[in-house]
């Protein structure tokens, strides 16, 4: 692989961090598989039904689907929004201070490696579109990319999809009633703690940690919501029973 080629995926990975997409994704499946398997052993260790337990891991997938959406959805509004009005602001400042910013961001080319002559001469250039000046000067100085602010769709649609996924795993076992109770409760556990062996051993791989740390710190996870989440209900179905 080129060392062009590498420097393309790591710009690429950086902007999917910077539009909320790795994020967004991460969470929702992550949050598919635990919070679904957290309902699902709640409500089958207090001694419901196949039928409720089916019924309740649907409205789990349902309702944090939508609401995993919706919040990404607001997140990533709100990030654009303030974001917005920085540049905003910046275009004001650059009309009544223009020699500011521009030795600015002169200081900021020679601090990146630039010689001063050639970074009085970019900065001047630049200073000639006021647009392209505050673009670069956001980019430069402030550390974000203008015209890569993230899409709250974006967000919003994969958090709903990756969450609905997530949440499958534990759900599916209680489709297949010939399964029967018992293996339906294993085989959530099982398809739950293989989802999240991946979703940590891919996290750590994309951060450059060991894969297997990722992976079975995730599956320690999996294994603590599932003894919690199933003794808080087998606990209460006795109580009430």
Do not use: H
Not at 21 to 26: E, G, I, L, W
Not at 54 to 79: D, P
Not at 137 to 148: D, L
């Amino acid at each position: 692989m080129s060392k062009k080629t590498d420097s393309e995926i790591l710009a690429k990975r950086a902007l999917q961090i910077q539009r909320g997409a790795a994020r967004a994704a991460v969470l929702g499946v992550n949050d598919g598989l635990v919070s679904v398997l957290c309902i699902v052993l709640a409500v089958a260790g207090a001694g419901a039904s196949t039928g409720n337990v089916l019924l309740a891991a649907f409205a789990g997938l349902i309702s944090g689907a939508v609401s995993m959406a919706a919040g990404e959805w607001i997140s990533v509004k709100s990030q654009v929004e303030l974001f917005e009005g920085i540049l905003g602001d910046l275009r004001k400042l650059f009309i009544d201070d223009r020699d500011l910013l521009v030795s600015k961001l002169e200081k900021s080319m020679v601090e990146s490696g630039q010689t001063p002559e050639i970074a009085k001469a970019s900065a001047q250039e630049m200073a000639k579109d006021d647009e392209k000046f505050v673009n670069l000067y956001a980019g430069q100085v402030m550390g974000f990319n203008s015209e890569e602010l993230g899409s709250p769709w974006v967000a919003a649609g994969s958090s709903f999809l990756l969450f609905t996924v997530g949440a499958l795993a534990p759900t599916l076992p209680w489709v297949f009633t010939y399964f029967g109770y018992t293996t339906a409760v294993w085989l959530s556990i099982i398809f739950t703690a293989i989802g999240s062996l991946i979703v940590g051993g891919y996290i750590a791989s994309s951060s450059g940690k060991s894969v297997w740390y990722g992976a079975l710190r995730q599956l320690g996870i999996v294994i603590l919501a599932s003894i919690v989440t199933y003794g808080i209900g087998y606990l209460f179905g006795v109580s009430v029973a």
